[in-house]
């Protein structure tokens, strides 16, 4: 099975990519990895991956290559740097991005890239978190030439439940800062409803349960409120810093198009004032303490 299947690669064994990757391992697909901290594929070796010293290496034998890494900065380094993608990328090839960037770096990277390699470029961030990405049921929003996104689909479907293209390169992008807007502010109103509920009286463990179906319902509901009412920070499934990385995105974005995101602006200074406190590298239940009672 696996000699049928493309050779596929893969750079950013983090939080996100090292679930990611154990499922196309899982799926058969011969694997390239890259990470900046080598130690962290020793365990994607095991499973029979094969590491490479620099980025540019994972375009020698896949025709996709895939990247899932912090920011926009990372991205730029990686595919431009000492080392890169653009060093090893030839045309034909294929450069699907889960990572979250800013859509017109995005875009002006891709066209970078394909002047300098031919080699074509897919924005691809997914949602649903680190419980999404080892099931399988990521949402994966798309920006790219629709022959690009429908050759990556196959493999897309070993990460998520749901592949929707929507529109040329950047467009992905656009979708997930979208999608990041609503989770952010959804997460610090949550935050604020479990310290009130507690402050009041009410054990706000059952707040989730209570409010099930209903239309306060959503995912980071019955996953946030419980986390927060336990004071259950860990493990870290996701980080404060993304979150306000985003959320500054979104201000970007807003600035640079002349759209107005005012509930955003405020969650973005929320979110800094609690990553001002040492939080950037918890887990975003954290929140909840911004608005808890300091015990005197």
Known sequence: MTASLPAIAFAGIGLMGLPMTRRLLAAGYPLSIWNRSPDKCLALLEQGAQRVLT????????????????????????????????????????????????PAATREMAAELERRTGMRWV?????????????????????????????????????????????????????????????????????????????AGVDARLIAPALAGGFADSKPLQILAPQMAASQFEPIKWHVRTLLKDLDTAAKLSREIGSATPISGLAAQLMRLHGSQGNLERDPATLVELYREVER
């Open 123 to 199: 924005d691809a961030p997914v949602s649903g978190g680190t419980p999404g990405a080892e099931a399988g049921t990521l949402a994966i929003m798309a920006g790219g030439r629709e022959e690009d996104v429908e050759r990556a689909r196959p493999i897309l479907a070993h990460l998520g439940q749901r592949l929707t293209r929507m529109g040329e390169v950047g467009a992905g992008q656009v979708t997930k800062v979208c999608n990041q807007m609503i989770v952010a502010c959804n997460a610090l109103v949550i935050a604020e409803v479990v310290a009130l509920a507690e402050q």
């Open 55 to 102: 980025p540019a290496e994972l375009c020698a034998e896949a025709g996709i290559v895939m990247l899932c890494l912090a920011n926009t900065e990372v991205v730029r380094e990686v595919v431009f740097g000492p080392g890169g993608i653009v060093e090893g990328g030839k045309p034909g090839q294929l450069l699907v991005d889960f990572s979250s960037l800013e």
